[in-house]
């Protein structure tokens, strides 16, 4: 084991190797941080450029990029108030109103920080405990898949902002959403009105970039003149108090190793990733907080949860393909296909057949989220820039990179008129005051619930088998629990107002 | 970037020249749609194949991923692009399958078939479960308990395809599951949530090895390399020939010199050496078929899959 471990350190310790990975990530933190562009998109375009190098040398690459991608979709999170990538979504909600509470320095850092240490905790959790993980992640079914959607379906409850019956109101616009289109199972087109452009559906990445970059683009534009920010939200001294935030973010231990358990519990279990775990570690770091109605206003908590959250996946992303071959996600499976074609098989005896290489993407992982933190530490000067870009040039820039970044996830041109249409829908229901993340979720979550509830049916003609596998009654449990405290604590709150102001009602 | 840069110059270049000469094609970049998302069988081995076209023409062959809808979208696109052999693209048996149960219009013949570049072998694979450990008990086992027998396919694609093969030619029934993509379909006869499902030696070689899983039968004339004791079907009983097969096509209309020149240009890309190793490497067998051969084999194909349409349109 010590030989297999030293020949991997060997390879990845290597010059041209390092180089190639500070490239990476570089590449996977811009990447990300620019909204519309993906950190799969990145890792396709380095797909090819790994086909002439050596199989450790082109995955370590690959994973440099990967962990920068989860990280540096935060930067326009907490600057923009737009998720860079669809794993930043909570990072918005308490990372923008700290940067524009005049902290952004201190809002880059501490995602920084707890993305650099959700990446560590999930390496180890990988190193440690791949095998055994899987081997559980491998045996849950579509009951279970099933009534895990069903419990983080009840964390809209969490995202609701202002008024309940509006979040859910938008929770269920996103189901509906996800309806348009070729059904999950068996491509048949559903409400396409014999279109083309409602044929592929509607893309998650397009809603979701329409949801939050077009309406908050807009807003910005509204907002020019009657708020007099002349553009620069930002204070002209900053600070970023690096080492301080660290130990900032080390005082919140349970939050960041709770957010990140999230983290790789959701990446270990192939179908949704980071797109989840943020919003569910959010979810819960509110619920357990003695003070949940700071949440939404700039908390570190929030912060911290949402980053250690997505990064945290990437490690648990990790666990299905290296114990057993099974990719998690589509980044997975690229990885996987740059090992393969090397002639590596990937599968349940990548370990013991290739152990150098197994021990040399740890080491790679532990590198990268180092090399992540380097560069992101020294860098976000540069990124703090950006808010001191007048908005009449930051405002058309993101826009272009939203509409290019949209077109080139599937290069189709019939996106670009769903993307406008979605951006005029978030756009509206952000001036009604409509919260948009549970909208979001209910995109994400539509199709996963119901591929999953008719592959049960479809493998057991027997809905009580829901609630006689132990672990998909938990989760069930789990869902009714979630339900009844999200009730009690909205009577909760709404008893308190009415006791401050009599007069006013609660909504 | 710099692949960008040699792009863009590229089709300046082409602009200047004006309508290229069959003789000398391919004179700026071809663009290669690959209908499906990337990561995936068809995406990893056309990029091999774009990879050793740019070499042996000299020219970019950059790959454009455009899923959606069973690999239709970036077909119909594909379908209006001009036919001056500068756009081309990939089909497998999944689009005479779409077309068979309606899902769209286009069919192999909406296309020119250029060359069958790439064939992968599928195996009949089993779960390790306490009815069955060989093709035969699993079929003992099936016409005893119709419908009992779990197999996991993508619904209405060539997974579901071959099953009902393999139905019809053993008059045995099993009950669907919908899974999406060989990894996943995988994991639920690991896990134990299907009984039997079509895998290949890289998604499944591993947990043969391991004994998770059995290979029961393949779906080939011969025995493979990579798995000298798995039988074949036709040493079973019933000569089924189950392989998910990838070929390049032209938009309809093309003229013929410019096809048969890219035709000559594949055919040197599947003799690269590299190139076979690499796409035997991610699983699947490098072969080429020319136009002739390709459209006959996909003819052929066509009966059998219109004879089985009903079956797979449930």
């Excluded at chain 1, 349940?348 to 530490?377: E, H, K």
Aim: charged share 15%; with cysteine; glycine share 12%.
């Amino acid at each position: 084991m010590l030989d297999a471990f030293l020949a991997g350190a060997h390879q990845v310790f290597a010059f041209d190797t390092l180089i190639y990975m500070l490239i990476g990530s570089v590449a996977g933190i811009v990447a990300a941080a620019i909204p519309g562009f993906t950190v799969t998109m990145a890792i396709i375009l380095t797909l090819p450029l790994t086909f002439a190098m050596d199989p450790l040398q082109g995955v370590s690459v690959m994973l440099s990029v990967y962990v920068g991608g989860y990280t540096g979709g935060l930067i326009s999170a907490a600057l923009l108030g737009i998720p860079g990538t669809p794993s930043s979504v909570a990072t918005t909600f308490d990372a923008y109103p700290m940067a524009r509470g005049g902290e952004p320095g201190r809002a880059l850092s501490l995602g920084v920080w707890s993305s650099f240490f959700g990446t560590i905790i999930s390496t180890i959790i990988l190193i440690v405990a791949a095998p055994p993980l899987a081997l559980i992640a491998v045996k849950l079914g579509p009951w279970e898949y099933f009534s895990l959607i069903v419990f983080a379906l009840t964390i809209v409850a969490s995202l609701v902002g202002n008024s309940l019956m509006r979040g859910l109101i938008a929770g269920v616009i996103g189901l509906g959403l996800a309806t348009v289109g070729p059904d999950p199972m068996m491509g048949r087109p559903r409400l396409t009105f014999d279109s083309d452009i409602l044929m592929p559906g509607l893309p998650f990445l397009i809603v979701l970039i329409g949801i939050f970059a077009i309406s908050q683009l807009m807003g910005e534009v509204e907002d020019d003149g009657k708020s007099e920010t002349k553009g620069a939200l930002i204070p002209d001294v900053i600070e970023f108090k690096t080492w301080a935030v660290m130990r900032e973010v080390l005082m919140h231990p349970v939050n960041l190793i709770r957010s990140s358990l999230i983290g790789v519990f959701i990446g270990a279990l192939p179908g949704a990733g980071g797109s989840i775990a943020n919003l569910l570690a959010y979810d819960q770091a509110k619920r357990s907080s003695k003070t949940p109605e700071e949440f939404g206003k700039g908390t570190p908590d929030g912060v911290i949860a949402s980053e250690a959250g997505n990064s945290a996946t990437a490690g648990g992303g990790l666990i299905p393909m290296i114990a057993l071959g099974i990719p998690g996600s589509a980044v997975d499976a690229i990885l996987m296909a740059a090992l393969m074609v090397h002639g590596i098989s990937v599968g349940p005896r990548l370990i013991m057949d290739n152990a150098d290489l197994a021990y040399g993407m740890f080491i790679a992982m532990i590198v990268a989220s180092l090399m992540m933190l380097v560069v992101c530490v020294l860098s976000m000067r540069l990124f703090l820039r950006v808010t001191d870009i007048p908005k009449q040039f930051i405002v058309p820039t993101v826009m272009i990179c939203c509409v290019i970044g949209a077109f080139a996830l599937n290069n189709r041109v019939t996106d670009l008129y769903l993307l406008g249409a979605i951006g005029l829908v978030g756009y509206g229901l952000k001036s009604l005051d409509y919260p948009l993340a549970p909208l979001v979720l209910g995109v994400i979550l539509g199709p996963i619930a119901e591929t999953n509830l008719r592959r049960a049916l479809m493998s057991e003609g027997d809905w009580t088998v829901f609630f006689t596998r132990p672990i998909s009654a938990v989760l069930l449990a789990a869902a009714l629990l979630s339900v009844i405290f999200s009730i009690r604590s909205v009577l909760k709150m709404r008893k308190k107002n009415r006791a401050v102001t009599d007069e006013q009602d609660g909504d | 970037m710099f692949r960008k840069i040699a792009v863009a110059a590229g089709l300046m270049a082409a602009a200047i020249a004006g309508p290229a000469q069959a003789q000398d094609y391919p004179t700026k970049p071809i663009e290669f749609i690959v209908p499906w998302g990337p990561g995936g069988g068809s995406d990893t081995q056309m990029r091999l194949v774009a990879q050793g076209l740019a070499e042996e023409t000299g020219q970019a062959v950059p790959v454009i991923n455009m899923p959606g809808v069973g690999g239709n979208v970036g077909l119909a696109e594909f379908a209006k692009r001009p036919a001056d052999g500068y756009t081309i693209s990939q089909i497998h048996e999944g689009l005479l399958i779409s077309n068979g149960t309606g899902i769209t219009d286009l069919n192999w013949d909406s296309f020119m078939p250029i060359a069958l570049v790439t064939s992968s072998p599928q195996y009949l694979t089993l779960s390790k479960n306490d009815n069955f450990s060989t093709f035969e008990e699993m079929v003992a086992y099936a016409k005893d308990h119709p419908g009992a027998v779990r197999a996991g396919v993508t619904l209405a694609g060539v997974p579901h395809l071959h099953m009902a093969m393999i139905e019809d030619a053993f008059g045995i029934q099993f009950s669907y599951v919908g899974y999406e993509g060989t990894g996943q379909r995988i994991r639920a006869l690991v896990g134990g949530n299907i009984d039997v499902a079509i895998g290949d030696v890289s998604s499944a070689g591993q947990f043969v090895e391991n004994g998770d899983l059995i290979f029961a039968a393949v779906g080939m004339p011969e025995r493979t390399a990579e798995e000298p004791d798995v039988r074949t079907f036709k040493e079973l009983g019933q000569d089924l020939d189950l392989a998910v097969t990838r070929g390049v096509v032209l938009p309809k209309g093309t003229p013929q010199d410019v096809a048969d020149a890219l035709e000559a240009h594949l055919e040197k890309v599947m003799q690269n050496e590299d190139v076979r190793t690499k796409i035997k490497n991610v699983g699947s067998e490098p072969v080429f078929l020319g136009q002739d051969a390709y459209k006959a084999y996909l003819g052929k194909l066509s009966d059998t899959v219109n004879r089985l349409v009903g079956k797979l349109a449930g």
